[in-house]
């Protein structure tokens, strides 16, 4: 690695983005992109429109998203906004929170592949910290270390940690793991 490389990406590489969401569908439970704003690094406003749902809005959900019937007064149609979005994020590095949330709101997907090139993109920004610190903490106290137990792992396959949506079985309910 550089030590651009090591230090992460460009700043102009780096953007910032956050999307409100209007509820659409049987009794609004649907999310529809509203709003999306894009800030660059240094937190300069590079997107910030209104945008109309492609369904009508039964709910503006105002309390959480700040949207009220008169911001969709100038709301552009989502199919333009979709379009001036992705170009504006392609190639970027994108933060923000529950991104998965305004990427299903953008109807943006990529490959698992894309997904598992950064994730090992960024063990390889750490590796040789991890893999030190890692070594140092499981030999220096082996009587602490735990036995393997595959009841432990279980425990993480419960769907009270899954998300909500993948929680959910055909019928509707919470489902568990079969």
Not at 33 to 39: G, T, Y
Not at 125 to 143: D, K, M, N
């Given at each position: 690695?550089?030590?651009r490389?090591?230090?992460?990406?460009?700043?102009?590489?780096?953007?910032?983005?956050?999307?409100?969401?209007?509820?659409?569908?049987?009794?609004?439970r649907?999310?529809?992109?509203?709003?999306?704003?894009?800030?660059?690094?240094?937190?300069?406003?590079?997107?910030?429109?209104?945008?109309?749902?492609e369904?009508?809005?039964?709910?503006?959900?105002?309390?959480?998203?700040?949207?009220?019937?008169?911001?969709?007064r100038?709301?552009?149609?989502?199919?333009?906004?979709?379009?001036?979005?992705?170009?504006?994020?392609?190639?970027?590095?994108?933060?923000?929170?529950?991104?998965?949330?305004?990427?299903?709101?953008?109807?943006?997907?990529h490959?698992?592949v894309?997904?598992?090139?950064?994730?090992?993109?960024?063990?390889?920004?750490?590796?040789?910290?991890?893999?030190?610190?890692?070594?140092?903490?499981?030999?220096?106290?082996?009587?602490?270390?735990e036995?393997?137990?595959?009841?432990?792992?279980?425990?993480?396959?419960e769907?009270?940690?899954?998300?909500?949506?993948?929680?959910?079985?055909?019928?509707?309910?919470?489902g568990g793991?079969?």
């Open positions: 690695l550089t030590s490389e090591a230090s992460g990406p460009l700043p102009s590489k780096c953007v910032a983005i956050d999307c409100e969401m209007v509820g659409t569908g049987p009794r609004g649907v999310s529809e992109l509203a709003r999306c704003s894009v800030v660059s690094y240094h937190g300069d406003v590079l997107y910030d429109k209104y945008i109309r749902p369904m009508p809005i039964v709910d503006y959900r105002t309390r959480w998203s700040g949207i009220t019937r008169q911001h969709m100038k709301a552009i149609p989502f199919q333009v906004a979709q379009k001036e979005i992705l170009k504006l994020l392609k190639g970027k590095v994108v933060v923000g929170h529950a991104l998965h949330n305004d990427f299903q709101a953008l109807k943006y997907g490959s698992s894309e997904d598992a090139t950064t994730a090992m993109e960024l063990y390889r920004l750490v590796e040789a910290q991890w893999e030190q610190q890692a070594a140092s903490s499981f030999w220096a106290h082996p009587e602490d270390r036995p393997d137990s595959s009841t432990d792992m279980e425990q993480y396959m769907d009270q940690y899954w998300p909500d949506d993948l929680a959910q079985d055909t019928t509707g309910g919470t793991v079969q």
